[in-house]
């Protein structure tokens, strides 16, 4: 149980052209999302953790307009990478916290992450 | 807010090896803790976790136990193989469900 499945696995794009990574959870309902990014050999960096129905809570030095979150539903959340540069090639991971209110089965799951290379 | 040290790596050992990787943290509260694995080009997989002092994690041969006076949390495997070659990450989580911490990670590779 709580499976987070995230798409695409990889993808390639234009410089200036926009992204999105789709993360849902697909045996639970995933109130809270965070978004990381890992350099290579790095450990992850949170971006962001968005919240459903509500705006996202960006991390210090993190653009949100670049970086742009939308949490619509409860088994749903999107990161799209806009006008994007070659800077902003990474692997990119999303993670939701599950078991809520159940302190023994509570933990976070991970989708299987983003390579996204600009070129 | 917390924070996590982890052992140095990368380390490298011969299959069969006795493996401790070391995880310290610093938080406020009393955090629950966790060991994630990530093999090359993956997300990260739930190995083991402890929610309260003194409770032991295990899974695969893996075991780390939560321990409050020492604020540590080291990963042990009696007997590693090549398969666990990976990157092991032991963040800590907010006592309200919030954001893990993550310390910068550790190297393994296993020689056979």
Same mark, same amino acid.
């Not at chain 1, 996202?56 to 030095?61: C, I, K, L, S, V």
């Given at each position: 149980?709580? @499976? @987070?499945?995230? +798409?695409?696995?990889? @993808? ?8 999105? *990574?789709?993360?849902?959870?697909? #045996? ?11 350099? %290579? ?23 949100? #307009?670049?970086?742009? *979150? ?14 994007? +540069? %070659?800077? #902003?090639?990474?692997?990119? *991971?999303?993670?939701? +916290?599950?078991?809520?209110?159940? %302190? ?14 600009? @070129? | ?52 002092? /003194? /409770?032991?994690?295990?899974? &695969? ?6 321990? &409050?006076? $020492? $604020?540590?949390?080291?990963?042990? &495997? ?5 398969? /666990? ?15 893990? $911490? ?11």
């Amino acid at each position: 149980g709580a @499976v @987070v499945s995230q +798409h695409p696995s990889r @993808v390639i794009c234009k410089s200036g052209t926009s992204v999105k *990574i789709e993360c849902r959870s697909l #045996d639970f309902q995933a109130t809270t999302m965070f978004w990381y990014r890992q350099f %290579p050999k790095q450990s992850l960096m949170l971006m962001a953790t968005s919240n459903e129905g509500s705006k996202a809570t960006y991390e210090q030095g993190v653009e949100k #307009d670049k970086f742009l *979150i939308n949490h619509a539903s409860l088994t749903l959340s999107t990161l799209t990478v806009t006008s994007a +540069h %070659p800077e #902003d090639s990474s692997f990119y *991971i999303c993670s939701a +916290h599950y078991g809520a209110g159940q %302190p023994f089965n509570y933990g976070y799951t991970f989708g299987s992450g983003t390579r996204l290379t600009v @070129v | 807010g917390n924070s996590v040290t982890q052992m140095e790596g990368p380390v490298t050992l011969s299959e069969e090896a006795f493996l401790t990787i070391n995880c310290t943290y610093t938080a406020t509260g009393y955090p629950s803790l966790f060991w994630y694995v990530q093999y090359p080009g993956e997300g990260l997989q739930l190995l083991l976790k402890a929610t309260k002092a /003194d /409770d032991k994690g295990s899974n &695969k041969g893996f075991e780390a136990t939560y321990r &409050k006076e $020492t $604020t540590s949390f080291h990963l042990e &495997k009696g007997s590693v193989q090549v398969s /666990d070659s990976a990157v092991y990450f032991c963040p800590a989580g907010g006592t309200s469900y919030g954001k893990l $911490t993550f310390g910068q990670g550790t190297i393994l590779t296993v020689h056979p």
